[in-house]
């Protein structure tokens, strides 16, 4: 269950109707790889709402807060202010395959395309996965286009099978959020792979959690790891305006006990449903809301990317591979805690 489900509230935002990133019309695919005592990974697709990501593309930035990390596509990003295609997370060692895997999907989908920027974004599970052994093909990229869906899992899937939080079994998680601004309604909603963090600095709604679970058992590492956000809208923003709305992503990280060792990659991509730069043309009409106006969406980034990341952590399961094991969240330990410091209140 998410974190709304247990009682646990994390801001003051409401959510949107799934609490996802599905609700700006993202669906969200998996290919999940469990083979043998030490194969623990896999793929995480996110496909933009439109029929055509390369001819319908939208505004985007990203922002790195640690660059300990291998995401492809972030120069031409962050030049040109848009994305071309859809949105892969995978291991680190499979970037460079999933990428390949996007090439190929991109020209089947368009005769003329002669060049293209895959956006795929890493984290390293080797802990739980023999990483060396490259078990991420390119089959598994367009498998897991092909499951993508509005109402998608989280937790130990798809990318996130071997990932670690906390020295707990981390993954996939999202949230989003809902605020109003000039009298209309925009949704902010994060999706997180989330691979990073020390015991003892876990933070759940404000409540030093890790401490108390400090001696629980499964540690192994020392917060090194990574994260990678995505953050989408459906507000009208220009790539400068979706670099700022990165940048609070790495609030939301911060809240649950984020501190960007070394060793820890921390990079963010944002980007805006609301409005397609067509290919090799600017777009025929344009309107963005003023910086004076972004407060609220500021916050609800922070908001959707730090309940995103307790949400993973929620909903993940116990691993064992490559010789380790991470422990699900101790939910019922959890709950406790949350509930002896008045965060929760359970009936």
Request: proline share 8%; aromatic share 4%.
């Given at each position: 269950m998410k974190a709304p489900e247990l009682g646990i509230r994390i801001g003051l935002h409401e959510h949107g109707k799934r609490n996802s990133i599905a609700d700006l019309g993202i669906r969200v695919g998996h290919t999940t790889l469990i083979e043998g005592e030490n194969i623990r990974t896999g793929v995480t697709v996110l496909l933009p709402p439109v029929k055509n990501p390369y001819r319908e593309r939208l505004f985007a930035s990203t922002f790195v807060m640690n660059g300990f990390s291998k995401p492809i596509g972030f120069v031409q990003v962050d030049e040109l202010?848009?994305?071309?295609?859809?949105?892969?997370l995978t291991n680190t060692l499979s970037v460079y395959t999933v990428a390949s895997a996007m090439v190929r999907h991109m020209i089947e989908l368009n005769s003329d395309l002669r060049s293209v920027s895959p956006v795929v974004m890493e984290c390293n599970d080797s802990y739980l996965n023999d990483i060396r052994r490259m078990a991420v093909r390119e089959e598994h990229y367009f498998e897991a286009v092909k499951s993508a869906k509005l109402d998608f899992e989280e937790g130990s899937v798809g990318a996130g099978t071997g990932m670690s939080a906390f020295e707990f079994k981390g993954g996939i998680g999202s949230s989003s959020r809902v605020v109003e601004i000039?009298?209309?309604e925009y949704t902010v909603a994060s999706l997180v792979l989330a691979n990073f963090g020390r015991r003892e600095d876990l933070t759940i709604a404000g409540v030093p959690v890790g401490l108390y679970l400090k001696d629980y058992p499964g540690r192994g590492t020392s917060g090194k790891g990574s994260i990678s956000m995505?953050?989408?809208t459906d507000a009208p923003l220009t790539a400068r305006q979706l670099k700022r709305l990165a940048k609070r992503a790495v609030v939301g990280l911060a809240r649950t006990g984020g501190y960007a060792y070394h060793g820890s990659g921390d990079v963010v991509l944002a980007f805006s449903t609301a409005q397609t730069v067509p290919m090799g043309k600017e777009p025929e009409f344009v309107s963005f809301l003023p910086d004076n106006s972004l407060s609220r969406l500021f916050r609800a980034t922070a908001e959707a990317t730090e309940e995103a990341i307790i949400n993973a952590l929620l909903q993940a399961k116990t691993v064992?591979?490559?010789?380790?094991v991470r422990y699900?969240?101790?939910m019922e330990k959890v709950l406790e805690i949350l509930?002896?410091?008045?965060m929760i209140e359970r009936a």
């Open positions: 202010g848009y994305i071309e295609t859809p949105i892969a000039g009298g209309e995505v953050v989408a064992e591979g490559n010789g380790h699900a969240l101790p509930e002896k410091h008045g």
